[in-house]
Structures are given as structure tokens and as C-alpha cells.
């Protein structure tokens, strides 16, 4: 590679000498090679979790000179926000966890490259098609500002009420089909001595996450897609107050686990993968984040979030969101080398391992195909496949975290029993119409 470049060079400079006048040469691009990588350049990785690494063994079989030692950090705002005030970011960077970037921020400062190029390039598994091709194009949509691709947003978390198929089969119980039904059985579930639904109550998210659900599916998409586009009374919609009532029936009925507001979330899953507690509300990261604690007679499955009557706008809606945001950053040093480790990342086979390894379903059509799944991710699979094109989503919580989690406070102290609904109600739509009017805040929208 030197010495072509040496006689390259050479060969320039005998035309300038000369007196000719030609254009420089431009690089190759090919399908094996979109980005025209320069295969000894080293590629700096940074993630928030391990599977973010997976990429780095293909990257290093296809380019076998080149460094790649993917970092895993905890606390990747205080090793990264002063490489990006510095202008030496990385090549590649997933931010998950309390310590993730504020994307928003990093997208107003021209932070982040443009990823449409990713998604145009011929596949890493198959040249003769696009990489948008070969992933679930619902899933894109978390990644887009005002339009323009500056993340991709590798895992597809499946929200749901978890349960013990296990312990349900043991006490004749029957997963629950309208919100009557999830009422009924929590009676059971308190008089058969557990505490019939618990959460996280130091993290409230995951109650506002159920009240959005429900909503959606009693009043289908536009519900939380005027949420996301701040539009006036969005708050007020029946079907949220509907949604906020009924997920307030738990706490009326005294269908709590006894300490609930007290649990982070560690701590609820544990009550709850004991079978001191019949029904959580989390992310199909459950699975992963437990595991060593999980039973195998537990049998941990999922079930949709039941709709409040039987004649739902959406009955077979559920969330799904794209999350695990990995992004390039525009002032790289070796941009082209961090665009095709993502295309790396895309490929089938990484795709493959971080759902065998990991059990999280990825953005890649087909994953987890062919894999042998636990009773938790092939249940999350199957609730996937059963909504088709009903998947709930909303974005308002990434561009805009902090009211999401005043949103999520509010809920956690309703719940509590700290107010009513309509003062609920209230608090939330004056803070939506607050940030509305705060110019001092970039804002998006989706159609």
C-alpha cells in the first residue's frame, strides 16, 4: 500500500513538472468497499456496553492491519464530552445507560455525521443490496432529526408485563386480554398471597411508559405522536386520561406489591424473578440484565399490554422502540473506518450473536432466526410478529429528557396517591406547554 501510494505521488509530480495539468486521482469505491476505508488506519470505539464490541472481529478479518480495541466504559459523559469540546472525538460511539449523551445537544452543535450514506451502501452480507434494506424500517425512525439519519438505534426493546409462565401454569392462571381482565387476575394473584404488580418506583418511566401504551391502544398512534409534536391539549386527550385512570385502578385496589415506590429497578426485579411479586412492566432487557438470577421452571414470558375494552384502535398494538443509539461523529479522525464498523455491526452474523449472547433482539431482519431462544425472547419475538404494523413508538423522551422525566416523576406520585388524575393531568401538560414555548430548545417533529 506504501509503495503504491509513493508511485502515485511521484507520478503527480512529474505532471506538474512537465507543465500537464490533471485531476488527482480519486479513491476506488466498490461495493466490498463504500467508504473507501483505509485498511491500516486504526478505529476508535467507544461503548456503553459489550455487544457494542461484537463488530471488532469482522472488522479486523476484512482489515487485517488495522487497531480496533473497542472501549467499554460507564461513564461515558466524562470521557467523552471533553473529547468532543476538544474536536477529537471517536470513530464509533454507543451511549446507553444513566451516563449516555444528550443527543439532541450533540445534533444542534453539528455533532453527528449524516448516516443516510450507511443506509444507501451495499450490505455487508449482500452487495447487491442496501443496508436499509436488510433492517426493520420501522425502526429507523428513532434515529432521525428533523429528518436526517444521525443515529442508528441497534437493539429493538419490547415493552411488555412481564410474568412466570411457571407459576401461572402451577395456579391455573390465564394471560389477561383487556384491562378487566389484568384487574381480575391481580385480585387472584392477592389472594393467593403475592403482591400482584410491582415497578420500579425510583425509576417511575416504566409506569408512564404502561400509561402511553395503553393510551395508544385505546386511541391508536396520532395519541402519542401529538405528544411528540408538543401540539396544544395533546396531555388532555381522553384516551390518556383514560389510560392514567386505569393504570390508577392498581393503586385503588390495593393490587401493589407491598414497597413498590421504594425499588429501583434492580431491586423489583429481584422481588419479582422470586415469586414475591406476579407482574412487571419493564423492557425485554429483563432477561439479560437478570441473568444467573432467572430459574429455569420460572419460565419468564411476556405478554402485551392489555387493552382497556375489546374494541381497541390498535389490539394488537405494542411498543417497540429502537434503542442503543450508536452514531459517528462528524469530526472523526477515521469517519470512513467508523461507517464500516456499523455496516459491520449490521451483518447477520453480529446481528446473530448479540441475540444469542445478549438475548436482545436486534433491528436486522431475521436475527434471532434459527436460534434456540429462552421462553423470554421468543415470547418478546412473538408478540413482535403478532403486532405487524401496529408498533407503538414515541421519540418526546429522547429529544426531550428532561421532561420526560418530569413527566415520569408525576406519574410515580399519582401512583403514590399524592393526587388525583386531573391534577395529573394538569402538571404534565402545563410542563409540555412550558417547553413548548422555551426557545432556548431545539425542537423536532415526526408526520
Not at 96 to 102: M, S
Not at 144 to 155: C, E, H, S, V
Not at 161 to 166: H, K, L, N, Q, T
Request: hydrophobic fraction near 40%.
Amino acid at each position: 500500500m506504501l509503495r503504491r501510494r509513493t508511485l502515485l505521488q511521484g507520478a503527480l509530480v512529474g505532471a506538474v513538472l512537465s507543465g500537464c495539468s490533471k485531476d488527482p486521482v480519486a479513491p476506488v469505491v466498490s461495493p466490498d468497499d463504500p467508504f473507501t476505508v483505509d485498511g491500516t488506519a486504526p478505529v476508535d470505539v467507544v461503548v456503553t456496553e459489550e455487544y457494542g464490541g461484537f463488530a471488532a472481529a469482522a472488522y479486523r478479518k476484512k482489515y487485517a492491519a488495522a487497531t480496533i480495541s473497542p472501549k467499554v466504559t460507564a461513564e461515558l459523559s466524562d470521557d467523552l464530552l471533553p473529547r468532543f469540546a476538544t474536536g477529537t472525538p471517536p470513530d464509533v460511539v454507543l451511549s446507553t445507560g444513566d451516563e449516555r449523551l444528550e443527543l439532541g445537544k450533540l445534533v444542534k452543535d453539528d455533532q453527528l455525521t449524516d448516516l443516510q450514506q450507511l443506509l444507501d451502501a451495499p450490505s455487508w452480507d449482500d452487495p447487491a443490496a442496501k443496508v436499509q434494506d436488510q433492517l426493520l424500517p420501522d425502526m429507523l425512525e428513532a434515529g432521525r432529526f428533523d429528518g436526517t439519519q444521525r443515529t442508528l438505534n441497534y437493539i429493538s426493546t419490547v415493552y411488555g408485563i412481564w410474568y412466570s409462565a411457571g407459576l401461572f401454569q402451577r395456579n391455573g392462571w390465564d394471560v389477561p386480554h383487556t384491562w378487566p381482565e389484568l384487574l381480575a387476575l391481580g385480585t387472584d394473584m392477592k389472594a393467593a398471597g403475592l403482591g400482584p404488580f410491582i415497578y420500579a418506583g425510583t425509576h417511575p418511566y416504566y409506569l408512564l411508559e404502561l400509561v402511553l401504551t395503553l393510551a395508544a391502544k385505546t386511541g391508536g398512534p396520532d395519541v402519542t405522536k401529538r405528544i411528540d409534536n408538543l401540539e396544544d391539549g395533546a396531555w388532555k386527550d381522553e384516551n390518556v386520561t383514560k389510560a392514567i385512570t386505569a393504570v390508577g385502578e392498581l393503586t385503588k385496589r390495593g393490587l401493589l406489591a407491598a414497597g413498590t415506590a421504594q425499588y429501583d429497578h434492580i431491586g423489583s426485579q429481584k422481588r419479582f424473578l422470586s415469586s414475591k411479586a406476579g407482574l412487571l412492566p419493564c423492557g425485554n432487557w429483563l432477561e439479560n440484565e437478570m441473568k444467573g438470577l432467572v430459574k429455569d421452571d420460572f419460565a419468564l414470558s411476556v405478554f402485551a399490554v392489555p387493552p382497556l375494552d375489546a374494541s381497541p384502535a390498535m389490539p394488537s398494538g405494542l411498543h417497540v422502540a429502537a434503542t442503543a443509539p450508536f452514531f459517528v461523529p462528524e469530526k472523526a479522525k477515521n469517519k470512513a473506518g467508523g461507517l464500516e464498523y456499523l455496516r459491520a455491526l449490521l451483518s447477520a452474523d453480529v446481528a446473530a450473536q448479540v441475540s444469542s449472547e445478549f438475548r436482545q433482539l436486534t433491528i436486522v431482519r431475521g436475527s434471532a432466526d434459527g436460534l434456540e431462544l429462552t421462553t423470554a425472547l421468543s415470547s418478546a419475538r412473538d408478540l413482535v410478529s403478532a403486532a405487524g404494523d401496529q408498533i407503538i413508538k414515541w421519540y418526546f423522551d429522547t429529544w426531550y429528557p428532561a421532561f420526560a422525566t418530569e413527566a415520569a416523576e408525576t406519574t410515580g406520585q399519582f401512583m403514590s396517591g399524592a393526587f388525583q388524575q386531573p391534577e395529573w393531568t394538569a402538571r404534565i401538560q402545563a410542563a409540555a406547554d412550558k417547553l413548548k414555548q422555551d426557545d432556548a430548545v431545539t425542537k423536532y417533529r415526526r408526520d
